[in-house]
C-alpha cells in the first residue's frame, strides 16, 4: 500500500494540486490546434503540388512546374523539420512574434511535401482505362480528373492521409523551439515546477497515446466502412 499511496502522490502533485492539470490542458490545445491547421495547409498545398508533378506537356515531358514541385518534395523530405521550423521562426519570419502562425505554416509546409506524394500515388493508382472511358463519353481532361478519376482517389488516398496527420501531430512536439507551449513543453515546464520529470513526462506521453489511439480507431472504422462500400 505504501508504493501506492507514493504514487497517488506524485500524481496529484504533477496533475491536480493547484490545478496543475490545466497546463497540460492549454498544452494539449496548442498541440491539437497547431496540427489541425498544418493538416488543412499541407492537404491544399500537397493537392497543388501534385498536380504540378503529374502536369506533362504533350509529348509527356515534365513541365517546369514539374521540376520546382521534385525540388520543393526533396527539399522538405530531405531536411529535419524541426530545422524548417527553426528557419522560419528565425530567419522567414523573424518579425512575426505570433508563435502558433510559425507552427502551422512551417509544419503545414513540411507537411505538404508527404501529402503530395500522397495524393500523387493515389491518383496514378486509377485504372487508366477510367480515363479513357471518361474522354469517350465527351468529357474533357478536367472533367474526367474531377468527375471520374479524384473520387477514386479520394478512398485510395484518405486512409494514408489520415496517418499523416497522426505523425504531424506527434511531430508538433518541437513547438517548445519558437516558445509555444504546447503538450511537450508543458511537462518540461512541470518538471521544472515540482523538481521531478517522471510523472509529468510519463503524463504527457500518456495523453498522446490516448489521442493518438482515438484517431487510429476512427481510422480504422472509416476503412472498414470504405471496404463495406467497395463490395457492394
Not at 490545445?29 to 501534385?50: R, S
Not at 524541426?82 to 502558433?100: E, T, Y
Not at 480528373?145 to 494514408?160: G, R, S
Amino acid at each position: 500500500m505504501d508504493w501506492l499511496l507514493n504514487i497517488w502522490e506524485h500524481i496529484h502533485r504533477a496533475f491536480i494540486e493547484k490545478d496543475r492539470w490545466q497546463v497540460y490542458l492549454k498544452g494539449l490545445g496548442v498541440t491539437l490546434e497547431v496540427a489541425f491547421l498544418a493538416a488543412i495547409i499541407g492537404i491544399i498545398i500537397g493537392t497543388i503540388v501534385a498536380f504540378m508533378k503529374l502536369s506533362k506537356t504533350r509529348k509527356g515531358k515534365p513541365t517546369i512546374l514539374t521540376h520546382i514541385a521534385n525540388i520543393y518534395v526533396d527539399i522538405i523530405r530531405g531536411t529535419p523539420s524541426v530545422l524548417q521550423l527553426l528557419i522560419m521562426w528565425f530567419v522567414v519570419m523573424k518579425s512575426c512574434d505570433n508563435g502558433i502562425l510559425v507552427g502551422c505554416l512551417t509544419f503545414g509546409i513540411n507537411s505538404g511535401a508527404y501529402v503530395a506524394e500522397i495524393v500523387r500515388a493515389g491518383i496514378l493508382a486509377v485504372d487508366k482505362g477510367q480515363t479513357e472511358a471518361g474522354r469517350s463519353l465527351g468529357l474533357t481532361s478536367f472533367q474526367t480528373m474531377v468527375y471520374i478519376v479524384i473520387p477514386q482517389a479520394f478512398k485510395n488516398v484518405l486512409p494514408p492521409l489520415c496517418n499523416e496527420f497522426i505523425v504531424l501531430l506527434k511531430e508538433t512536439a518541437i513547438l517548445g523551439y519558437v516558445g509555444l507551449s504546447d503538450l511537450t513543453r508543458a511537462a518540461n515546464q512541470m518538471t521544472s515546477t515540482i523538481y521531478e520529470a517522471f510523472t509529468p513526462l510519463i503524463g504527457a506521453a500518456v495523453v498522446y497515446f490516448i489521442v493518438i489511439k482515438i484517431l487510429t480507431i476512427l481510422l480504422g472504422m472509416l476503412e472498414r466502412r470504405l471496404r463495406r462500400s467497395d463490395n457492394r
